[in-house]
């Protein structure tokens, strides 16, 4: 097992959505303590990161600080002299200026810094989502829409690429800048920060009430945004197929539908988020005012100042002082304030995409592995490396050949609980056997095969292969020996030779040119603009649907599987170009144990075996001729009393 299904690196173990409980914002408690623990591996970068912080900080405390030294010690005396001597302010001023360029080089280098942070951690994370991807079942994929877990990668991560550039730095720094200067405030005038502080409980009430009202906004927000990108990838793909009925009307007003509750979410939620900044600077401007009435009646009515510094009075220079400081201490709560809408943001992000990360891993309690193996002068096998066309099944230090045979002994299956889509499935497929199955729409042949494969696991009965419960087979290796040619065939971006190689990561040219040529493509491929080497793109859109399922039989050729599994492969094309498929399809099938589900009766009339299936049962069996004395279903539809939907 990946250790992906194992235990997350930076979580807990895998265990669904059971590991937290969701709080009154939908945001998972324990997130942002998981989100962190990304930055564990960044621990020196972090470091430097604070003390550029640190100095930014003391650099913008200090220089207001100066300020009243300043004018109180370097102004205030050149206005009583005649003949003022500037050297000192200008002394002073140098200093002032020092001070604010290392506050600024600081700035710089720590923003740079988490730039560089927060790219990398995102890395870690697409990377984790991914490898944790492959791990996960058919089933996932078979209940979310393909946009919504796009949107995992994109909209989800880059919140988190807002919060770790941005606002954990502006956080951090602002705390810290909020510490120094209520600490410089006491150092001025006790009295003036009574008046900041009190005033300051009102802005903090203000906030935790707003920052709780948008909380759940931005979590239905990134849910809305999953939901849209859900259907707009699902309208992308099925294109044609709205074209052909006219659907776009209907489909447009679904999408209004989905795109009016996103407006919704994101209004509600922005609104609250935009008013923050400024109500706070309107509150800075009323502090700011309150602050000068007040410093300029204790000035002039002579009132005594406490102060940790010592002034017994208030002068000008602590006034202007305590101004600047006012408004560097409200500043930061503003911008918490700003950057708590980008982390709750981000949190909604985060638990989605945790949630991708809890989804339990597909399951494998498999042992027995798959081997290439030679056979001994004395008929017994042995395990090598090279590739003889030999495979074995390797349990323990047990060899047993890979002959290729299937049986299926009184399956029930249900893709959920209370529904059971198969009742008591029965099949014999001896080594080098093709076994038919046929049957309307939704009677559970395609069922079968994605039980063979351990797609899904069967809710009673057994599945063997040469004698092995298939349960016990690693599903790696299980399915390494299953060569599968689908009625939908996927191609991926890259040359016509990559994408043979598929079935195949370590074949060699000669083997993908030869599988080819078993699969009757290797004609149609050489006239190809660069032949094998013609980059393929849109899923092969450039090829005819035949010729995408020829390439589609070559991968799986040049695989050499012992099992084939051909879902109805032929059913989308035309007659002619179903003959020449149905060629490189025989060639294919040629000497292995091969399923072949179609609803063309045609195809399958040289099966040894053909099995009627109806409402998950086998209702008849056997091969064509004795089918058709019967005069059962089998009959009926060959005859065309029924036909197939």
């Not at 970068?45 to 604070?50: A, E, K, L, N, P």
């Not at 099925?238 to 489909?251: I, L, M, P, R, S």
């Not at 996927?490 to 060699?508: C, Q």
């Not at 290797?522 to 094998?532: C, H, S, V, W």
Request: hydrophobic share 40%; with cysteine.
């Amino acid at each position: 097992m990946s250790k992906m299904g194992m235990r997350g690196p930076h979580g807990g173990p895998r265990g669904g959505k059971g590991l937290y409980a969701g709080g009154p914002t939908g945001i998972k408690p324990g997130t942002i303590k998981r989100l962190l623990s990304y930055l564990n591996q960044y621990k020196i970068r972090m470091i430097f990161v604070f003390i550029c912080i640190i100095i930014s900080t003391v650099a913008s405390v200090g220089s207001s600080l100066f300020m009243q030294t300043l004018i109180d010690s370097y102004i205030t005396p050149l206005l009583l002299e005649a003949a003022p001597v500037y050297t000192g302010l200008l002394r002073a001023i140098v200093m002032m200026g020092c001070l604010y360029a290392s506050g600024a080089l600081a700035s710089l280098f720590y923003s740079r810094t988490m730039a560089v942070i927060s790219q990398s951690v995102l890395k870690d994370i697409r990377d984790e989502m991914f490898e944790h991807m492959q791990t996960l079942p058919i089933k996932y994929f078979d209940t979310k829409t393909h946009g919504d877990i796009m949107s995992h990668y994109t909209n989800d991560t880059d919140t988190l690429r807002q919060m770790l550039s941005q606002s954990l730095p502006n956080l951090f720094a602002s705390t810290l800048s909020m510490i120094a200067v209520f600490a410089s405030m006491l150092h001025l005038s006790i009295w003036l920060t009574l008046v900041t502080v009190v005033f300051t409980f009102i802005i903090l009430a203000l906030m935790k009430k707003i920052a709780g009202m948008s909380g759940k906004y931005f979590v239905e927000q990134q849910r809305s945004l999953g939901d849209v990108n859900g259907y707009i990838e699902e309208m992308i793909n099925g294109q044609k197929v709205v074209k052909v009925f006219c659907h776009e009307e209907k489909a447009q007003e679904i999408f209004d539908v989905k795109n009016e509750e996103l407006c919704k979410n994101m209004t509600k939620a922005n609104i609250l988020a935009n008013i923050v900044m400024p109500l706070m600077g309107s509150l800075g401007y009323v502090l700011y005012v309150v602050i000068a009435i007040v410093g300029g009646f204790m000035g002039i009515a002579g009132v005594t100042n406490i102060s940790l510094g010592g002034e017994p009075v208030v002068t000008l220079g602590t006034i202007a002082s305590f101004l600047i400081l006012s408004r560097n201490f409200v500043n930061p709560i503003a911008q918490i304030s700003q950057q708590l809408n980008s982390v709750i943001m981000a949190m909604a992000g985060a638990s989605r995409i945790f949630e991708l990360l809890d989804e339990a891993p597909e399951e494998d309690h498999g042992t027995v592995t798959l081997v290439n193996a030679r056979r001994n002068e004395d008929g017994s096998l042995s395990e090598c490396r090279e590739h003889t066309g030999i495979w074995a099944w390797k349990e323990a230090d047990k060899l047993t050949e890979v002959k290729g045979k299937i049986n299926l002994k009184d399956v029930d299956f249900g893709y959920t609980e209370d529904v059971m889509v198969l009742h008591d499935i029965t099949v014999y497929a001896e080594p080098g056997q093709k076994v038919a199955l046929v049957g309307a729409t939704g009677a559970g042949k395609t069922t079968i095969t994605n039980l063979i494969n351990r797609f899904y696991d069967i809710d009673d009965g057994k599945i063997q292969y040469d004698g092995i419960n298939i349960n016990h087979i690693r599903k790696e290796d299980l399915r390494r020996s299953l060569g599968v040619v689908l009625q939908d065939v996927n191609l991926f971006t890259g040359t016509v030779m990559d994408n043979i190689r598929y079935g195949k990561l370590d074949a060699t040219d000669e083997e993908c040119i030869e599988a080819a040529k078993l699969a009757n493509a290797d004609g149609f491929i050489r006239m190809l603009p660069k032949g094998y080497n013609t980059i393929l793109e849109g899923d092969g859109s450039g090829l005819s649907q035949g010729q995408r399922q020829l390439i589609s039989i070559a991968r799986a050729a040049v695989a050499d599987p012992p099992v084939m599994i051909l879902d109805e492969a032929t059913s989308s094309i035309d007659t002619r170009t179903e003959a020449i498929v149905q060629r490189g399809m025989d060639n294919l099938m040629k000497g292995r144990t091969v399923f072949v589900i179609a609803h063309r009766l045609s195809t399958i009339q040289n099966a040894d075996v053909i099995m009627v299936m109806e409402n998950g049962r086998i209702i008849e069996r056997g091969n064509h001729e004795h089918l058709m004395d019967e005069k059962g279903k089998y009959y009926q539809l060959y005859m065309g009393a029924f036909e197939l939907e």
